[in-house]
């Protein structure tokens, strides 16, 4: 995260009111990164991601502790970049394999704010690319490099992934809900006690950033 003046800040939420999306440079810091990187080693390493239904081939893993610490600590640099407070629902990630899409869709209420951050592109292989589509707009992408992230708001704007190339792209996902909102409190922390609980048996975990 940055230290940038009152001024870009304005700049950002006015953006973010008129597009529904925003593409936000180095939201996390180095170190952060690097950090996030060991960390997942870790996690592939123990087995601890697994596959969901949206991208089979792909491995995923959603309200990991560690996860939802960046979840907490990012949010008030989110709640600066899109104008008003927001509350943390849920992390999820995803490393994608190759071959694998993402089918082109919006997000459930929990994510009212949508934050998608590349960790890691795979060495000598290009930006990872979110597609998207804002209400009355037309389609558009983002690329991305590591650490960089796109801010939308995921139950307005349609996004997708057309399919890899390369495997081993992973994609931290971040997701809010307004303070001011009408799901606030009840999806705060997407149903759970607290944020690293884990869901309820049954719960279907959906991600589709």
């Known amino acids: 995260m940055s230290n940038h003046p009152s001024t870009y800040y304005i700049g950002t939420a006015?953006?973010?009111r008129r597009k529904r999306y925003l593409l936000v440079k180095r939201l996390l810091p180095t170190p952060i990164l690097r950090y996030l990187?060991?960390?997942?080693?870790?996690?592939?390493?123990?087995?601890?991601?697994?596959?969901?239904?949206?991208?089979?081939?792909?491995l995923s893993l959603g309200g990991d502790a560690g996860l939802d610490a960046v979840l907490e600590w990012i949010r008030p640099e989110?709640?600066?970049l899109v104008g008003f407070e927001v509350v943390?629902?849920?992390?999820y990630t995803r490393q994608y394999a190759k071959g694998e899409m993402l089918p082109r869709h919006k997000d459930r209420d929990a994510c009212e704010v949508s934050v998608t951050v590349?960790?890691?592109?795979?060495?000598?292989?290009g930006p990872?690319?979110?597609?998207?589509?804002?209400?009355?707009?037309?389609?558009?992408?983002?690329?991305?490099?590591?650490?960089d992230a796109c801010v939308y708001a995921g139950p307005e704007v349609e996004h997708w992934r057309e399919r890899f190339q390369?495997?081993?792209?992973?994609?931290l996902f971040l997701h809010f809900i307004a303070k001011e909102s009408p799901n606030y409190p009840k999806l705060m922390f997407d149903g759970r006690e607290?944020?690293?609980?884990?869901?309820?048996?049954?719960?279907?975990?959906?991600?589709?950033?």
């Open 37 to 58: 990187k060991i960390y997942y080693a870790i996690l592939i390493a123990n087995n601890r991601l697994s596959k969901d239904s949206l991208c089979p081939t792909s």
């Open 166 to 171: 390369i495997g081993g792209y992973i994609q």
């Open 128 to 147: 990872s690319t979110l597609h998207l589509k804002a209400p009355r707009s037309k389609k558009t992408k983002v690329e991305t490099f590591e650490g």
């Open 14 to 16: 006015r953006r973010f």
């Open 88 to 91: 943390p629902a849920f992390s």
């Open 78 to 80: 989110i709640s600066r």
């Open 118 to 125: 590349s960790i890691q592109i795979p060495h000598g292989a």
């Open 194 to 209: 607290c944020l690293g609980a884990p869901f309820h048996k049954g719960r279907r975990k959906k991600k589709k950033a």
